[in-house]
C-alpha cells in the first residue's frame, strides 16, 4: 500500500519559517520525481516545487525564488520543504505529489495545513 504522509504544516508568524516534511513507503522512491503543491482557500491547486528522482535538480513555480526550498533525502524516503519568510500568502494546505519517472502512476498524500497569520 503506497502512502505518502506530510507534516511539519501549522500556525506561524509573518516572517517566521516551517519545514514540511512528506515520508513515502510503498514505492521506490528513487524512482519518484517528487513535487510539493499547495491549494489556497478557494483557490486551485498549484505547484510549488519539484525535484527530480536523484535530488540533483529542484525546480521552483509559484513559489518566489530564495523563499522555499525543496530538497530530497532517498535514504529516508522523505521530501522536504523549506519555507523562509513566510507571508499571509502562503497559508494553503501543502501536498506532496509522486510521480513516477515513466509517468505510469502517481500519488498524492493528505496534505497538511500551513497558517501565516499575526
Known amino acids: 500500500q503506497v502512502q505518502l504522509v506530510e507534516s511539519g504544516g501549522g500556525l506561524v508568524q509573518p516572517g517566521g519559517s516551517l519545514r514540511l516534511s512528506c515520508a513515502a513507503s510503498?514505492?521506490?522512491?528513487?524512482?519518484?520525481?517528487m513535487s510539493w503543491y499547495r491549494q489556497a482557500p478557494g483557490k486551485q491547486r498549484e505547484l510549488v516545487a519539484s525535484?527530480?528522482?536523484?535530488?540533483?535538480?529542484?525546480n521552483y513555480y509559484n513559489s518566489p525564488k530564495g523563499r522555499f526550498t525543496i530538497s530530497r533525502d532517498n535514504a529516508k524516503n522523505t521530501v522536504y520543504l523549506q519555507m523562509n519568510s513566510l507571508e499571509p500568502e502562503d497559508t494553503a494546505v501543502y501536498y506532496c505529489?509522486?510521480?513516477?519517472?515513466?509517468?505510469?502512476?502517481?500519488?498524492w498524500g493528505q496534505g497538511t495545513q500551513v497558517t501565516v497569520s499575526s
Open positions: 505529489k509522486a510521480l513516477h519517472i515513466l509517468k505510469v502512476d502517481n500519488y
Open positions: 510503498g514505492i521506490i522512491f528513487s524512482s519518484y520525481i
Open positions: 525535484i527530480t528522482a536523484s535530488g540533483a535538480r529542484p
